[in-house]
């Protein structure tokens, strides 16, 4: 066949040959709903962080460059550009529910558009919807990471909320593959470093 034929094949029918490609529609949700994360989280964090000490001595131009690079590292590699300890609270609990959505959509998409479970008639009204796949993965992954967090803040004895909270950001950051820390101040390691 022609190399056109081949491409419109695939493009038809992309899920019988690849897992992570997606019809049109699907594709370009993916985009935005990824762009809507990066760009609420760099507003988000200009907004709230712009006086606090990790972006204080930055210029406007390098507060916009390293808010948008850390919206999309929060969700990527763990990479950082700013002291994320210095960031308020608020900026903190968004990049733990940024950590911890980061692979929803693509896995959302995945099962939903699984062409194998469509051809074997799983697809029934409800169980395939996303809303019920979102739900069943946030639950489920909701319960391993406060068992994680329980047992790890039982062990340690944390009387501290702010321990505590370090170590829910430590596990949400473990748990999402992303490897982003919040530090500690006397060490040159992460928080999770600290754990007897």
């Not at 972006?55 to 990479?79: D, E, K, P």
């Amino acid at each position: 066949p022609k190399l056109s034929e081949t491409c419109d094949y695939l493009l038809e029918n992309p899920r019988n040959h690849m897992t992570h490609l997606f019809p049109k529609f699907h594709t370009w949700w993916l985009v935005v709903t990824l762009i809507v994360f990066n760009v609420s989280q760099t507003i988000l964090m200009i907004a709230l962080d712009q006086k606090t000490p990790a972006f204080s001595s930055l210029g406007s131009g390098y507060t916009v460059a390293n808010a948008a690079f850390q919206s999309i590292m929060v969700r990527a590699s763990g990479l950082n550009s700013i002291n994320v300890a210095d960031l308020k609270i608020e900026s903190q609990v968004f990049m733990i529910l940024m950590m911890y959505v980061a692979a929803y959509p693509i896995t959302i998409l995945v099962r939903s558009t699984n062409e194998s479970e469509k051809d074997e008639g799983f697809n029934k009204v409800g169980f395939r919807s996303t809303t019920f796949q979102l739900s069943r993965l946030l639950v489920n992954d909701m319960v391993w990471i406060v068992l994680a967090w329980y047992v790890i803040c039982a062990i340690e004895g944390y009387t501290d909320g702010a321990q505590g909270f370090a170590a829910l950001f430590e596990v949400v950051s473990a748990y999402g593959t992303v490897g982003l820390s919040l530090g500690l101040s006397c060490c040159p390691y992460s928080f999770s470093g600290s754990f007897s």
